[in-house]
T-cell receptor
Framework: DTAVSQTPKYLVTQMGNDKSIKCEQNLGHDTMYWYKQDSKKFLKIMFSYNNKELIINETVPNRFSPKSPDKAHLNLHINSLELGDSAVYFC???????????????FGSGTRLTVV | AQSVTQLDSQVPVFEEAPVELRCNYSSSVSVYLFWYVQYPNQGLQLLLKYLSGSTLVKGINGFEAEFNKSQTSFHLRKPSVHISDTAEYFCAVSDYGGATNKLIFGTGTLLAVQP
């Protein structure tokens, strides 16, 4: 059983389209994240949800909208895709940091988005 | 604000040789540090973490790291590498704020093990 699974693994689309990436975790974690990894392998956090509540919202274009229907799922919807959105997007999960601890993440295997 | 610096973008090494991957951090509060490994076309996997206690931390696959507060470093070491250790290695610091647990990553070091 995959702990954090993302779909699709690869996504090729044209500029201006709208697309979604889905993420699901079966670890019982309360907190989920979206990270973007650019072509130079740099990882930057985009969003974090804790029990369906948005707790981290970095400086990301508002074309990106996360949605968490329940604590096991965190989806990422992107409107009006641009060339610069091409990257690998990683979903991750962790235990609830509000419990007073620092926890490592469990990552999904990534979604490689290519905008043409 | 917390940050990490990985000065070496690539470290070539021969199989069975020892290796050290360098990581330096800056933090104004309590420090929580991590090393992750990313194999080609895969997600990141936790190698080890330092939260408190012993400054020498042992992780998976024979890796270990030493937390050095005076030098603000958290270097990763392995006494003898294998071809299969070829991967990208990321150091990260937690920007723990009580209610959030944001990991801030370094730019990564590619460990290239040659036969």
């Amino acid at each position: 059983d995959t702990a954090v699974s993302q779909t699709p693994k690869y996504l090729v689309t044209q500029m201006g389209n709208d697309k979604s990436i889905k993420c699901e975790q079966n670890l019982g974690h309360d907190t989920m994240y979206w990270y973007k990894q650019d072509s130079k392998k740099f990882l930057k956090i985009m969003f974090s949800y804790n029990n369906k509540e948005l707790i981290i919202n970095e400086t990301v274009p508002n074309r990106f909208s996360p949605k968490s229907p329940d604590k096991a799922h965190l989806n990422l919807h992107i409107n009006s895709l641009e060339l610069g959105d091409s990257a690998v997007y990683f979903c991750a999960s962790s235990q609830d940091p509000g419990r007073g601890g620092v926890y490592g993440y469990t990552f999904g295997s990534g979604t490689r988005l290519t905008v043409v | 604000a917390q940050s990490v610096t990985q000065l070496d973008s690539q470290v070539p090494v021969f199989e069975e040789a020892p290796v050290e991957l360098r990581c330096n951090y800056s933090s104004s509060v309590s420090v929580y540090l991590f090393w992750y490994v990313q194999y080609p076309n895969q997600g990141l996997q936790l190698l080890l973490k330092y939260l408190s206690g012993s400054t020498l931390v042992k992780g998976i696959n024979g890796f270990e790291a030493e937390f050095n507060k005076s030098q603000t470093s958290f270097h990763l070491r392995k006494p003898s590498v294998h071809i299969s250790d070829t991967a990208e290695y990321f150091c990260a610091v937690s920007d723990y704020g009580g209610a959030t647990n944001k990991l801030i990553f370094g730019t990564g070091t590619l460990l290239a093990v040659q036969p």
